[in-house]
């Protein structure tokens, strides 16, 4: 059934944000999205697929990235369809001036900008010969985050935007607090890149130093003696004539002002982690990137280097490279009855998705000639889901529990080799990728995990598209089609929604719409869980459970109550970090303004809350939908 009929707030969304003039219902659009991507087969084919991507998008079973729903057919031309890109900035004025450069393109074509500064010098290093005059990695992400805000002036979306920082930078310390004010790079999420030796250093609780241009930077104490009293103040320098120099920099001191040196203590690695995850909890930044486990357990560590991510976390990229989003809707994938899972129906959705996607990248119009370049040497893809924590309830599965993983583990392993043996027969039938090496790619620590008969297939034929699996967070396209979103649990079944409408603060009472069906029809209620009824350890469990299957990352946030403790929290990442690609953090109340509050499922809210007129809504418990992320 190709057309699906969308809820009054999946139709609201559409109008605002996606629909072409003279579109008013979702088959309209899907059928231009679908005669556009088809377009890139040969004309014997065209029509046979332009009709399956109809079917698979009218019906909501493939839901194509916002960037593509939006931008296919628009303007006489295919317009950018790719959600996000990633550049990394050279330490130079050339490099800086040509990131901010091509950022600006980029935001105004509609995509989100990852970023890895760490190849910025740190701040107070010399310039040529002049001291203590380089601004630093965190002044180019101001100044970056600064021409987002023109992004958003010119009434374009909110610029979406990653920052992230080398545990090794000498920046770090003050990369790690700068969102602690709410004020600082608004635009941004943030991530630490750490590595297995950071790991490893944290376990042996073992010294951490900094480290730029092979020059180690310690951290240095001294005691600031001055008119009216002395304090005690650390700087991070690689010598204690370097470490002075910054604190008579940037701690603008008078004549009055001596320092005497204290000593030198480097930090603990164990120190640095506790303080990752305290500010993350306080603000809900920075989360981590675990690079090395990035480069590892891919399919393209033999010629490209993983530097970043994406603004939301799901895709690792190298400089220039974009992410190309689309979604199954597992929700969709359940039998009418709920007794099980439609394995025909996911097998051939996946297989749709993967060419639909592989199509996109064909027909795109890049916003510079590197993204396109290094778009079409690898062809990568992001095949992701949403919908998962509706596909669960309607089999009877509660979120995070040991059956919940089991049942996770035959659905990924059936998303990713179908996945993978579609990309072989596009392989066969065009061409492998640019840089496929059999002999290579199948050296890779990912792709030594697909089954003998799948290896088989790549050695003969190649593969299409060099990476192809992600989970991106999915908010609005969810709401869209009235699903949960993603990966995650549902935020609430019920939960009060506040806002503010002329200087005065309303507030409405929200029910999630497969529990407002279930509690209609009598069913039982049990498999209703909410994000913050999950423990932790149980997001965790199901993030990383997943992430065996996805050869990119996954963007899944662990929320964590109002109580919740950075030391609580810390050991368990650290229980984890080995497995996960990246981990964030979400503490409820961390950010000003939160606009839900979720209602527990109490037998006594049930029956007081479900009696009264509310709004039926689907809301999203991630973190891009409180910070503005771009990938829809």
């Not at 034929?461 to 009235?482: K, Q």
């Amino acid at each position: 059934m190709a057309n699906t009929t969308l809820s009054k707030l999946g139709q609201e969304i559409f109008e605002t944000r996606y629909a072409y003039p003279g579109e008013t219902k979702w088959s309209e659009r899907a059928k231009v999205i679908a005669k556009v991507v088809a377009s890139a087969e040969n004309d014997e084919d065209k029509e046979k697929i332009e009709k399956a991507f109809y079917e698979d998008i009218g019906s909501g079973d493939f839901i194509p990235g916002g960037r593509i729903i939006f931008g296919a057919g628009r303007n006489r031309g295919h317009h950018n369809l790719l959600n996000c890109y990633v550049i990394i900035p050279e330490d130079t004025v050339d490099s800086i001036g040509k990131t901010v450069q091509d950022m600006y393109k980029i935001s105004c074509a509609g995509g989100g900008v990852g970023f890895n500064v760490s190849k910025i010098r740190p701040q107070g290093d010399h310039i040529g010969s002049v001291p203590n005059s380089a601004p630093g990695a965190v002044s180019v992400l101001k100044m970056i985050n600064e021409v987002g805000e023109h992004v958003r002036a010119g009434k374009n979306r909110r610029t979406a935007l990653m920052g992230i920082l080398n545990i090794t930078h000498p920046d770090l310390l003050e990369f790690l607090s700068v969102k602690l004010d709410q004020g600082q790079l608004n635009n941004f999420n943030i991530s630490v890149a750490i590595t297995e030796r950071f790991l490893e250093a944290v376990e042996l609780d073992e010294d951490w130093y900094f480290t730029f241009h092979n020059k180690e930077y310690h951290s240095y104490t001294f005691n600031r003696l001055f008119k009216e009293g002395s304090e005690t103040i650390s700087v991070v320098g690689f010598d204690e004539e370097d470490a002075l120099a910054r604190a008579n920099a940037f701690r603008k001191v008078t004549w009055t002002d001596t320092f005497e040196l204290v000593g030198i203590k480097d930090w603990k690695a164990r120190d640095l982690w506790d303080r990752i995850w305290k500010n993350s909890v306080e603000s809900g930044d920075p989360g981590i990137y675990n690079i090395d486990l990035a480069n590892k357990y891919t399919n393209v560590s033999y010629f490209e280097k993983l530097d970043s991510t994406n603004p939301c976390g799901e895709i690792s990229l190298p400089s220039y490279g974009n992410c190309c989003l689309g979604n199954i809707n597992l929700a969709n994938m359940v039998l009418d009855d709920g007794s099980a899972v439609d394995w025909k129906r996911l097998a051939r959705t996946v297989r749709t998705g993967i060419r639909f996607l592989d199509n996109v990248l064909t027909i795109n119009t890049f916003p510079t000639e590197e993204c396109n370049t290094v778009a079409q040497r690898s062809r990568r893809v992001g095949l992701g889901v949403t919908g998962l924590h509706y596909m669960l309830i309607k089999l009877g599965i509660t979120y995070g529990g040991e059956k919940c993983l089991e049942f996770l583990e035959r659905l990924f392993a059936t998303i990713r080799d179908e996945s993978y043996k579609m990309s072989v027969y596009l392989a066969r039938d065009k061409t492998p990728f640019a840089e496929f090496d059999a002999k290579k790619y199948l050296n890779e620590e990912f792709a030594q995990t697909l089954p003998a008969r799948i290896r088989m297939l790549i050695k003969r034929h190649g593969i299409r598209n060099a990476v192809m699996l992600t989970i991106p967070p999915c908010g609005t396209i969810s709401m869209l089609h009235g699903v949960s979103s993603g990966i995650e649990p549902i935020f609430s079944a019920m939960y009060n929604r506040r806002w503010r409408s002329n200087n005065i603060w309303k507030e409405q009472l929200v029910v999630d719409p497969l529990f407002q069906e279930w509690y209609d029809e009598g069913k039982s209620l049990d498999p209703f869980v909410g994000a913050y009824d999950v423990a932790p350890e149980e997001h965790i469990k199901v993030q990383a459970t997943i992430q065996k299957y996805i050869d990119s990352c996954i963007s899944k946030t662990i929320n964590l109550p109002s109580t919740a403790t950075p030391e609580e929290f810390s050991q368990a990442a650290l229980d984890y970090a080995s497995y996960l690609k990246g981990l964030t953090v979400y503490r409820a109340g961390a950010k000003e303004g939160e606009p839900l509050q979720a209602i527990p499922l109490t037998k006594e809210n049930i029956e007081k809350n479900m009696g009264v007129k509310h709004e039926v809504a689907v809301e999203t418990a991630e973190m891009c939908s409180l910070t503005g992320g771009g990938c829809e």
